[in-house]
């Protein structure tokens, strides 16, 4: 079965640290290029960042707003990637997902494989 | 700018169309994916590339493009398509991608 298993998200104080796992099955993951977006209460969808395949130098890219904080990176051999989280904010509250981005023949690409999202708060 | 724009809520009876757009600078260059999320739920791929729906979506959903303008359309709205819809591309960089404003679709 084709999945993604997002684990490591709770509650830490403002400034603190948090590392989020996506643990890959039912596909070629080391591939992928591998995404993560947010979701706060109530609200819309956030690209955070991604990381692309070995084959792509392991690329990565981020939102402005998570930029400097935030550092993402994969382990191949494990079949996961990791969203790590540093000086957290409050408004960094949100579910978090990761998904697989997909390249298509007609040169679109799509978000085609979602986790079931992992719950990350920040408060005091 | 970075950002795709979509309305915010849009409503359909039951079996008519709706359509629901995305607006953005860089959909003059790249295709728009479309998703849909229902309240607790991830979201789900419905439309990607030019117009092509994955394995199990209905085949009353479909997209088109023109300028810098993308469209969702639901021919023939269902209760069970009652949610919200997302488009996503890359921004106009090519190196980030964005999200639209999202759109909740209300099937009456």
């Known amino acids: 079965e084709v999945q993604l298993v997002e684990s490591g998200g709770g509650l830490v104080q403002p400034g603190g640290s948090l590392k989020l796992s996506c643990a890959a099955s039912?596909?070629?993951?080391?591939?992928?290029?591998m995404h993560w977006v947010r979701q706060a209460s109530g609200k819309g969808l956030e690209w955070v960042g991604r990381i692309r395949s070995k084959a792509n130098s392991y690329a990565t890219a981020y939102a402005a707003s998570v930029k400097g904080r935030f550092t993402i990176s994969r382990d191949d051999s494990k079949n996961t990637a990791y969203l790590q989280m540093n000086s957290l904010k409050t408004e960094d509250t949100a579910v978090y997902y990761c998904t697989r981005l997909t390249y298509y023949y007609d040169g679109g690409d799509a978000f085609d494989i979602w986790g079931q999202g992992t719950m990350v708060t920040v408060s005091s | 700018s970075s950002e795709l724009t979509q309305d915010p809520a849009v409503s359909v009876a039951l079996g008519q169309t709706v359509r629901i757009t995305c607006q953005g600078d860089?959909?003059?260059?790249?295709?728009a994916s479309w998703y849909q999320q229902k309240p607790g739920q991830a979201p789900v791929l419905v439309i990607y590339?030019?117009?092509n729906r994955p394995s199990g979506i209905p085949d009353r959903f479909s997209g088109s493009s023109s300028g810098n303008t993308a469209s969702l359309t639901i021919t023939g709205a269902q209760a069970e398509d009652e949610a919200d819809y997302y488009c996503n591309s890359r921004d106009s960089s090519g190196n980030h991608r964005v999200f639209g404003t999202g759109t909740k679709v209300t099937v009456l």
């Open positions: 590339g030019k117009n």
């Open positions: 860089s959909l003059r260059s790249y295709y």
């Open positions: 039912g596909f070629t993951f080391s591939g992928s290029a």
